[in-house]
C-alpha cells in the first residue's frame, strides 16, 4: 500500500511543483514586463532630445553658413558693382570733356599765344606770328583734349575686360570707350594739322 501510494502521489506531486513554477514565471512575467517598458520610455526622450539637439544644431550651422555666404557674396558683388559704375561714368564724362574742351586746355591755349605775342612783339615776321601765337596754341589745346580722351578711352576698357557687371554698367563704359576714341582721334588730327592747316601770310 505504501508502494502504490507513493507511486500515484509522486507524478501528482511532480506536477504540482511544475504548475506552482509555470505560475511563478506568469506571475513575475507582467512585473519585468513593466520594468523593461519603463526603461525603454525612460531611454528614448533621452535620444530623441539627442537627435533632435544634433538636428538643431546642425540646421543652425547651416544656417550660419549659408548666412555667411550671403554676407559675402552680395557685399562682395554690390561693392565691385558700384566700382565699376562710378569708372564707366567717368569714362563717359572725360570722353564727351575731351569732345567739348576743358578748362585746362583753355589755360593753356591762352599762355601758349601770350608767350608767341612776346615772342615776336619785336621783329617776328607774319609767318612767325601765325605759328607762334595761333599755331602753338590750337596745338596745346588739342594735346590736352587728347589726353582726357586716352584717359576715358583706358578707363572704358578697363572696365569692359573686367567680367560680371551689370548691363547698364557695361552700356556706359561703351558709351565712354566710343567717346574717347572719337575724342583722341580728333585731337590727334587737329595737332598734326591733318583736319585744318595753319593759315599762311599770303593768304
Keep these: 500500500m505504501d508502494i502504490r501510494t507513493t ?24 512585473a519585468d514586463t513593466l520594468d523593461a517598458d519603463r526603461d525603454a520610455e525612460e531611454a528614448a526622450p533621452v ?23 550671403s554676407d559675402s557674396g ?5 561693392g565691385s558693382g558700384v566700382g565699376a559704375g562710378a569708372a564707366a561714368v567717368v569714362s563717359a564724362a572725360l570722353g564727351a570733356v575731351a569732345l567739348t574742351g576743358t578748362w585746362a586746355g583753355k589755360v593753356v591755349s591762352e599762355r601758349e599765344t601770350l608767350v608767341g605775342q612776346i615772342k615776336t612783339s619785336g621783329s617776328g615776321t607774319p609767318t612767325q606770328q601765325i605759328s607762334e601765337i595761333y599755331g602753338d596754341a590750337w596745338h596745346s589745346t588739342a594735346l590736352v583734349n587728347g589726353v582726357f580722351a586716352l584717359i576715358a578711352l583706358i578707363v572704358a576698357v578697363a572696365v569692359l575686360v573686367l567680367p560680371r557687371h ?4 557695361r552700356a556706359v563704359a561703351v558709351a565712354g570707350a ?5 575724342g583722341l582721334l580728333l585731337s590727334a588730327g587737329t595737332y598734326f594739322d591733318l583736319f585744318l592747316s595753319l593759315p599762311t601770310a599770303g593768304s
Excluded: C, N, Y
Design 74 to 78: 552680395p557685399g562682395a558683388d554690390s
Design 7 to 30: 507511486g500515484k502521489t509522486g507524478p501528482a506531486e511532480r506536477d504540482e511543483k511544475h504548475g506552482g513554477a509555470a505560475e511563478a514565471t506568469t506571475a513575475g512575467d507582467p
Design 178 to 182: 566710343v567717346l574717347g576714341g572719337l
Design 47 to 69: 535620444g530623441e532630445d539627442t537627435d533632435s539637439g544634433a538636428d538643431s544644431d546642425s540646421g543652425s550651422g547651416a544656417d550660419s553658413d549659408s548666412g555667411a555666404d
Design 166 to 169: 551689370p548691363s547698364w554698367v
